[in-house]
């Protein structure tokens, strides 16, 4: 015999589907579009976008 569906499994399951849809749809958008999460993602992009020691810019 099987139990009930409560609201608490209702509410877990949806959880994990929109977590599932959402990291789906996350890992479709190409790294270059992708807005940093994190302080680290955001200091190496500006490090990659700053001009390298010794260049003079205008």
Request: aromatic letters at 2%; zero cysteines; hydrophobic letters at 40%.
């Amino acid at each position: 015999m099987t139990r009930p569906i409560t609201t608490d499994d209702a509410q877990r399951r949806l959880e994990q589907h929109l977590l599932a849809v959402v990291r789906d749809q996350d890992a479709r958008i190409p790294y270059e579009r992708r807005a940093p999460r994190t302080l680290a993602e955001m200091r190496a992009r500006l490090a990659a976008a700053s001009p390298t020691t010794g260049e003079v810019t205008a």
